[in-house]
């Protein structure tokens, strides 16, 4: 059985988490998540908790088993704490700067590369523009 795949996935408090079918919905303090998991992966709702299960033990369903439930925690993450990633911008003269809510890269050219961040997506920079924070 797969090791990631039968461990349950903790709901915290403030998460609530629906089905219908195959469609599973997370909700909570930062938005919802909506996914459609393949039908040979059973997703079970407890108390507070979510346990994924599979049909057989081929090996298609094995790697699905423990990909459905990454996905799961994955979406439970996203709605309570949300992601952030940190980058390191690297090289002689490379820089970062926030221009607003938009990025500006000094990256190698003769001129400063503007990044505009989608929907939902924040720029920050950290380090004296040496580090970039998307979150």
């Known amino acids: 059985m797969s090791r990631i795949g039968r461990m349950p996935v903790v709901l915290p408090k403030g998460v609530s988490v629906t089905q219908e079918d195959n469609r599973v919905t997370v909700q909570g303090p930062r938005g ?19 346990r994924v299960e599979r049909c057989d033990d081929s090996r298609a369903n094995r790697a699905l088993h423990g990909l459905t439930r990454a ?59 040496r580090t970039i924070i998307v979150e």
Do not use: C, W
């Open 71 to 129: 996905l799961l925690a994955n979406m439970v993450v996203g709605v309570t704490e949300g992601f952030r990633k940190r980058l390191v911008v690297e090289g002689v003269g490379y820089r970062a700067e926030q221009q607003g809510k938009n990025l500006s890269l000094q990256v190698g050219y003769s001129h400063m590369v503007p990044v505009v961040p989608p929907e939902g997506i924040q720029f920050s920079t950290d380090n004296g523009g």
């Open 32 to 50: 919802s998540l909506t996914r459609e998991f393949r039908p040979e992966m059973r997703v079970v709702l407890e108390d507070e908790e979510v």
